[in-house]
């Protein structure tokens, strides 16, 4: 921190006191460390810091004329001229009221939509882990193979008691969390709760304090220790309705009585953050002794991979020096031939931006690009509005510039309005987005916040502001300028200037068109997913079953599964009952060799499963009741990949379902339509096969006439077969659909909301324009009018030169979108990144717009008097 | 040379005519400090010292590095007799102005 000081009171200080300036602070600094202690010392020193940065203009200014030889007091440095340019540009402002809240509101509500998207992104990304302490010095560790950019594996739980009876000088403390499902049966109610086995020292390495009774501490983790949990905020609200004496309670979790020795603080979740939209600390409802992870069903075994392996580094040390010492400790592993020892590498604890999936991280780019886009649009809007005053002021430039003013000068002249408008813009956007991201709070469960990441990007946007909407253009205006300083023409800027601004309508009308046709691309996925879902979904109920926490060999299994359908069978107003269970598989054709083996999903379905989801064939028959486990269907996208050896029925394909069970030979009896439906609402290649086996968790799906009135008898079907048996999830297909389009829903609002509003801007500008050419070109209309044009030429002709440039538009916008469209064109369900109707609505509203914008300044073309004209123009 | 010295480069001058050969940035932002009671920045006594040197009224010159400055040096300052003078012009000044009422202004 002292050498940061230092640093910038060197960094304030000119070059030529630099160097005693530092010697006396420093020295001042080691007496005040005698005299007072290091730490009034240390706050002296930032003080002093403080006051050398606003000291520092006096400074420098004392210092330059020594520096020239000039005579003193002639104050010609930097900053008084650039002062004397802010009031210069604060006296301008002020006397055009007009025009600072027409670049307020274009620049304005591009800033602060930017600022809020990037806002919610930032809230996705860094959210805090709360409960934890002294993150910055947490890492996960990880297991890795001895070659660089070999896979990583979690830890099992010998690795971490290796690792932690390891830790030395670099590593404080070494902890682990290992996620699991388990049974917990409370009060006479079942449920799936998502549990942690941790190692009695998680808490105290972590630093969470509890929030009522007790933490795990290394005493309940020893083998024979009384079975105790930990129970989660969320957990204690959601499942034990906040009551006060939920600790002291007993739960039953895999068959064993538990006792309940605290909560844990509000929002803590563990060291991982929650899923993206759920509430912090929903993650996690118990934490358990790792030690009690033995002989519980469901919990994997000591030499499986499956912790989060957590280190807490020394003093000092850095994550390298950790992973080193950690690698040190690992046994030599008799592993693949090869490999020959693993090695330890450390990554930090939060998953940050380049840890998304590719899909998620694209449609978060797009969602930010959104505002951006309208923000650009702004930009061009200003930027006219900057170039029609360089117009106006271009006398003023003129002379200013045959005085002998550098271009430079005069640039940072024009310019500097700009920068103080749009500063005065991020003030008044910010001001906005607080108040967005106010009201956002209470609709999005997320942790929205304005902090420094969000300042920063919003400093980021204006400044880009600043040179795309007032450098540029004053540098181009007094590019002209430059070329013909003598020039003394009224009509300056002229067509030069002109063909500029008609290239920045031309760009609106693009950015606008890439945004109307993204709102209507995902408008018409919404429309699809409605229309292709809405007749069988509305009647579907799908619950998830695991069975994993009981140990149930395969005839107890399927006996359940039967026992459940009968039951749920019962209610009269169920009209089917299917089973699916999804796995992902590799298989190949019968021409392939091993080595040509492709992944798909493939679809374990009852014979009844088809009925029930009200699927029909394409092509060939689906699975009977009859069939043997031989048989399969499987859909569209599939069936394309089949295609290249002709029909896909009678295809014969091999498919392994993990390397430890020998692959299946199929036949393909059928082709199906892609589903686009719940309860999976993607469209990835997919194989159905005969359900045989009972399989550890899958899902019901259930059709009744009634679904919300059979979501409870449903719901206790399970508990009255099995006590021990809780469902994961019991939905009715209509809220599934609401999941799937949710996120396409936001979509579509904001590009939606965004587009319109870009639309406006684009019409505004398209405006502007067109009146700046009329008032350019009055002498020439005048003369076509005197020599017998019409009015009605006249608009004709303003008109057709304005539809030029929005057509140029909608060629470059086209030429943007395009390729935008197809790389994400996963996200559009059911249509093609060219529908047709997606890319031509917005293309005609816009030419409409263009039209209905340019139509009063050519009606004012055409009124113009050509005998006045031609008399002032002479 | 002409205009009267400011009340901050009255301060400096006594400060370097107080310390003599021991005159640099840190010990007369200490004597400043501690006599006249005032909070000041590094950066003020070197604007001052500045504009002091270009009228003429002290000089300076650089010390041997040194290893408590982490081999920085010092910049001394040396009063000129110009500077003795402009000094000695405002003191009496200020000596004159105040004969006569200095109990009053003790009891201010």
Redesign the interface.
Known sequence: MKRLALFL?GV??PRA?R??????????Y??LVVSHGPSAARRWLWR?TC??I???P??RL??R??AHGDP?GNRSGLMPSLWQDVRYALRGLWRSPAHVATVVFCLGVGIAASATVFSIVNALFYRDLPGVSGRDRLVRVWLAAERPGGLLSAPSTNDVRVWSAAAGRHVEGLTSEGDVSVAAAFDGATMTASAAFVPGNYFRLLGTRPGAGRLINPNDDRAGAPPVVVISHHAWRQRFGQRLDAVGQVISIGGRATFVIGIAPEGFGGVELSELGTPAGSRLDFWLPLAFADGMPGAPPADASWHAAIARLGDGATSAQAAAELSASLPKRAGAPGSSRARVVTSPLNAGPGDLPQDVAIMIALFLAVPLAVLAIGCANVANLQLARATERAREVRVRMSLGASRLAVVRLLAMEMVVLAVLTGAIAMGGTQLIVGLLVSFVPLPIAIDWRVLAFAMIVVGGVMILAGLAPSWLATRQVSVSPWRESGASGGLRDSALRRGLVALQVALSLVLLSTAALFGRSLQHMYVGASAVTQELVVGRVDLGVVDYDDAAAAQFIDDVTARVTADGRVRGVGIHSVRSVRYRTSGQGDDQQQSALARYVSASWFEVMDIRPRAGRLIGSGDERTAAVVNERMAGRLAGEGSAVGQTLIVRASDNVPPSIVQVVGVIANERRPPDPHDDPAIYLVLDDPPASFSLVIRTTAPAAALPSIRSAAAEVDPRVPWMDVTTGAALLARDVSPIRYLVLTAGGLGLLALLLAASGIYAVMSYVVSLRRPEIGIRMAVGAKPGDIVRMILGESTRSVLVGLVIGLLLAIPLFFTVRFLFVGISPLDPAALGIPAAVLVGTAILAAIVPARRGSLVDPVRTLKEHG | MSSALGEFEQLVLLAVLRLGSEAYGATIRREIETRADRELSISAVYTTLQRLEQKGLVRSRMGDPLPERGGRRRKYVELLPAGARALKAAYSAFAGMAAGVEQRLKAL
Request: aromatic share 0%; charged share 30%; hydrophobic share 40%.
């Open positions: 009171i304030a200080t006191d160097e005693s300036v530092a010697g006396d602070t420093l020295e001042r080691d007496e002093e006051r050398v606003a000291g520092a006096a400074h004392s210092a004329p020594a003193p």
